[in-house]
């Protein structure tokens, strides 16, 4: 037997915890199909570290992570990588680039790399990142490093789920500015500047200093220089980490997966429809897409 189809979820959670890549991977496209509460329904509670590396195209998030996979490996640590891709037509380009990046890792049991490209699937991105990342806590790795590329509204929703978030700039005046304007700065728990190899490394973090109130580090993520200063800064952030701040990111999450389940909602046409011939209006319509035909009667929201 074989195909996902198919796939007995135990036996491969079975497999997949003693250290099988293939059926870990086997495990990910199932949450990433209309399988996917099968798989979440067999795993346990599990909690894990999600570290987000977010920032604009070419600032050198897929190099920084992975160094950062290197750096974890050296400390005894067991991490996934979930690579989030968006759907621009040089994704193929750039994902193979990432892959041979991330070629020292593919041998090593203990490192799972992985890109979830499922935009417009089952409630697309923001609803297959969070299903994958209970599945690899539930498979016990120590930490998660999720990347995304800073530039969609989505993107920063998911990074926001991660804690911290890293945000990777480079050196120069336009890199901040963009940030800020596509609100990457208020996401941001850790900024770093990478490629202070090159000039203008020092006066980026100045002026970043002025825009933001977390921890900058300088980084050559190409040589590795100022990783194990960034873990350290990763960890710190990860141990000031309050039941508060867990259940704020919880919100987030919840909030987010529920506006993708009420955007794909199958009754949305039906409603928009209504209100758009005016048979129906708003409010009422919104009440009804969220708690069934009989909210109508509910009266209006006060
Ligand atoms: N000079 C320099 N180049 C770097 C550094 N880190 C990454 N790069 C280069 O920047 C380019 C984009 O890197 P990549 O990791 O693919 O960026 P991403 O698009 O943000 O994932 C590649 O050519 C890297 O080799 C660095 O610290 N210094
Ligand atoms: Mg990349």
């Given at each position: 037997?074989?195909?996902?189809?198919?796939?007995?979820i135990?036996?491969?959670?079975?497999?997949?915890?003693?250290?099988?890549?293939?059926?870990?991977?086997?495990?990910?496209?199932?949450?990433?199909?209309?399988?996917?509460?099968?798989?979440l329904?067999?795993?346990g509670?599990?909690?894990?570290?999600?570290?987000?590396?977010?920032?604009?195209?070419?600032?050198?998030?897929?190099?920084?992570?992975?160094?950062?996979?290197?750096?974890y490996?050296?400390?005894?640590?067991?991490?996934?990588?979930?690579?989030?891709?968006?759907?621009?037509?040089?994704?193929?380009?750039?994902?193979l680039?990432?892959?041979?990046?991330?070629?020292?890792?593919?041998?090593?049991?203990?490192?799972?790399?992985?890109?979830?490209?499922?935009?417009?699937?089952?409630?697309?991105?923001a609803?297959?990142?969070?299903?994958?990342?209970?599945?690899?806590?539930?498979?016990?790795?120590?930490?998660?490093?999720?990347?995304?590329?800073?530039?969609?509204?989505?993107?920063?929703?998911?990074a926001?789920?991660?804690?911290?978030?890293?945000?990777?700039?480079?050196?120069?005046?336009?890199?901040?500015?963009?940030?800020?304007?596509?609100?990457?700065?208020?996401?941001?728990?850790?900024?770093?500047?990478?490629?202070?190899?090159?000039?203008?490394?020092?006066?980026?973090?100045?002026?970043?200093?002025?825009?933001?109130?977390?921890?900058i580090?300088?980084?050559?993520?190409?040589?590795?220089?100022?990783?194990?200063?960034?873990?350290?800064?990763?960890?710190?952030?990860?141990?000031?980490?309050?039941?508060?701040?867990?259940?704020?990111?919880?919100?987030?999450?919840?909030?987010?997966l529920?506006?993708?389940?009420?955007?794909?909602?199958?009754?949305?046409?039906?409603?928009?429809?209504?209100?758009?011939?005016?048979?129906?209006?708003?409010?009422?319509?919104?009440?009804?897409?969220?708690?069934?035909?009989g909210?109508?009667?509910?009266?209006?929201?006060?």
């Amino acid at each position: 037997m074989s195909g996902s189809g198919t796939a007995n979820i135990a036996d491969l959670l079975t497999a997949a915890r003693g250290g099988s890549p293939r059926a870990a991977g086997r495990l990910l496209s199932l949450v990433e199909s209309p399988r996917r509460n099968e798989v979440l329904e067999a795993l346990g509670p599990a909690t894990t570290r999600v570290v987000g590396v977010t920032g604009p195209p070419g600032a050198g998030k897929s190099t920084t992570v992975g160094a950062m996979v290197a750096g974890y490996r050296a400390r005894g640590l067991r991490v996934a990588v979930l690579a989030v891709d968006p759907s621009s037509p040089y994704s193929g380009g750039a994902l193979l680039g990432d892959r041979i990046r991330m070629a020292e890792h593919v041998h090593d049991r203990d490192v799972l790399i992985r890109s979830v490209a499922s935009r417009g699937h089952l409630g697309g991105l923001a609803a297959a990142v969070p299903a994958a990342i209970r599945l690899l806590a539930a498979l016990a790795y120590d930490v998660i490093v999720l990347e995304t590329v800073g530039v969609g509204q989505s993107e920063i929703e998911i990074a926001s789920v991660a804690d911290p978030t890293v945000v990777i700039l480079n050196p120069g005046g336009g890199d901040t500015v963009q940030a800020a304007k596509a609100g990457l700065l208020e996401v941001a728990d850790l900024l770093v500047v990478n490629k202070a190899d090159r000039e203008g490394a020092d006066q980026t973090v100045r002026d970043l200093r002025t825009e933001a109130k977390v921890p900058i580090l300088k980084l050559v993520a190409s040589t590795g220089a100022g990783i194990p200063e960034l873990l350290d800064a990763i960890e710190a952030h990860q141990r000031a980490d309050t039941p508060e701040r867990r259940s704020a990111r919880a919100r987030a999450q919840i909030l987010s997966l529920a506006h993708t389940l009420l955007r794909t909602h199958p009754g949305l046409g039906d409603l928009a429809d209504s209100v758009a011939d005016g048979s129906s209006d708003a409010y009422a319509a919104a009440e009804q897409l969220i708690f069934g035909a009989g909210a109508v009667s509910r009266g209006p929201v006060s």
